[in-house]
């Protein structure tokens, strides 16, 4: 089977280890569902959360599940047609970033987590291709963005 790679998220933690982290209970600033609520709340076994740069302030901690579904819109080369164009749009005004700027900074940081984990340099042939294609994506859409940029005057 081939190993397809559509986005690329930071190295995720559990809710209990977010909790430690930041020392607080928190709620994604995304979707206001998902929470990190202490080590003794059920909830906390079940949710995944990822930093994200995007993020205007601290803590930049936002689930997992928003982190994927903001990515995934960001990377799509359709991106004003995307599913969640509508989620991204609002998310990227609460962030108070301009929307080719929020998705800028979103592909950048996949990037830079391809670069420093070495994911196209290492690991299971099939892996380090699709890394390898994700990063050629990236790049190529990164610099449709800086031609739109150009072009548009801003
Ligand atoms: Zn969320």
Redesign the pocket.
Known sequence: MEFIVAWVLPIPLEAHLVFERIGKKWQ?P??K??QVTGKRAKRVQTSTWVELAVRKSEPRW??E??AIEVLYACNAEDFENSEDYNKVKRIARQEGLELSRFRCQCIEQQLEVIASQSLADRGPLDERRAFAAIRAWLQRVLVQLDDRKLRDGS
Request: with cysteine; glycine share 12%.
């Open positions: 994604c995304w979707c569902s998902e936002v689930c599940g928003c």
